[in-house]
């Protein structure tokens, strides 16, 4: 596994263990409890890290990556959508061009 895959495995699990917390006193369980909230989060912090990475800077582009990552894992965990779920999405994109699978999704209905 790589460092990136277990510290986000150790956040899945902080995720999961804020489920049914207090919101008042847990910005996770805010977000758990909020899936409106915790998608307007991943858009702001996405945008921030666009901004970074528009402007070259690689310390903050890293920082905003961090949340974007947190926020993406809380909304997905909010939505009740599982990483397993995506990454069968990604497995099943494999060994696929990226132009060609997106000519797919939009030959089949997708307009993303």
Avoid: C
Avoid at 13 to 39: F, H, M, N, Q, Y
Avoid at 59 to 65: P, S
């Amino acid at each position: 596994m790589s460092r990136l895959s277990d510290v986000i495995a150790r956040l899945e699990a902080v995720i999961e263990s804020r489920k049914g917390g207090d919101p008042t006193s847990s910005w996770t369980a805010k977000l758990l409890a909020d899936p409106t909230l915790a998608a307007k989060k991943l858009g702001e912090e996405s945008i921030e890290a666009v901004m970074a990475a528009s402007a070259g800077d690689t310390d903050n582009l890293t920082a905003e990556a961090a949340d974007v990552l947190y926020h993406l894992l809380a909304l997905l965990a909010a939505a009740g959508v599982s990483t397993d779920a995506v990454a069968a999405q990604l497995e099943s994109r494999e060994g696929t061009s990226g132009i060609a699978e997106k000519s797919a999704r939009r030959s089949g209905g997708d307009k993303t």
